[in-house]
């Protein structure tokens, strides 16, 4: 199975959702979103797959979000995808896609939904967050 990830590596969230597909045994195609934005359509296509409106992928926190006006709720989609495809920054992160779905995971765990293996053993997140416990059962 295919695995990609739309990955910042600046980004705990995406550190940690990256951590997970690979301890499932899969090394999924890492897609650096900030030097490689995906294309437009395909981002539309992401975000419609992912069960969500253009609005609520939008990254507001350490972006240019207020500076553009983007909380203008009269905004379309078109002149939100607009802003993002200029400003990828504003791209919330991380999409995963896989054959099982698309998910905007965050939170990190989210990815476990659309793994062929979500049965990756124990998993602890960077800021010590147990997802995942020594029995192998998921911590809600």
Known sequence: ???TI????????SRNTLAMIRQSG???EVIEYLKTPPARARLAEM???AGLMVRDAIRQKDTPYAALGLDNPALSDAQLLDAMEAHPILINRPFVVTEKGVRLCRPSELVLDILPNPEIGPF??????????AAGKRVK
């Open 1 to 3: 199975m295919t695995i």
């Open 6 to 13: 739309y990955h910042n590596p600046e980004c705990g969230t």
């Open 26 to 28: 899969v090394e999924p």
């Open 47 to 49: 975000i419609a797959a």
């Open 124 to 133: 602890v997140k960077e800021d010590g967050e147990v997802i995942i416990d």
